[in-house]
């Protein structure tokens, strides 16, 4: 974990302690991960690779591919990965 030295206005450092009482956290450290956290779950989007999405929505049509074992699975895997290497 990181650590970061910060001076926060009076105003700031209120709300910070509102946090912590409200969300029963037991340092500002703690409230302050807590802060970060939220706002990242609201205000990000994390953007999924186009071909992940292809293959989930031939999963969901139905269109997946069974395999008789572990190893037959791990080869296409890798057979996959190197067509895309060259």
Do not use: W
Not at 57 to 65: C, L, S, T
């Amino acid at each position: 974990m990181t650590k970061t030295s910060v001076n926060f206005p009076e105003q700031e450092s209120r709300i910070i302690n509102i946090v912590k009482g409200v969300q029963g956290l037991k340092s500002k450290e703690e409230a302050i991960v807590f802060i970060v956290a939220e706002y990242g779950k609201e205000n990000l989007e994390f953007e999924v690779r186009p071909e992940y999405l292809e293959k989930l929505k031939e999963i969901q049509k139905g269109k997946y591919h069974r395999y008789n074992s572990v190893e037959e699975m791990k080869a296409e895997i890798e057979k996959e990965a190197n067509a895309g290497n060259d």
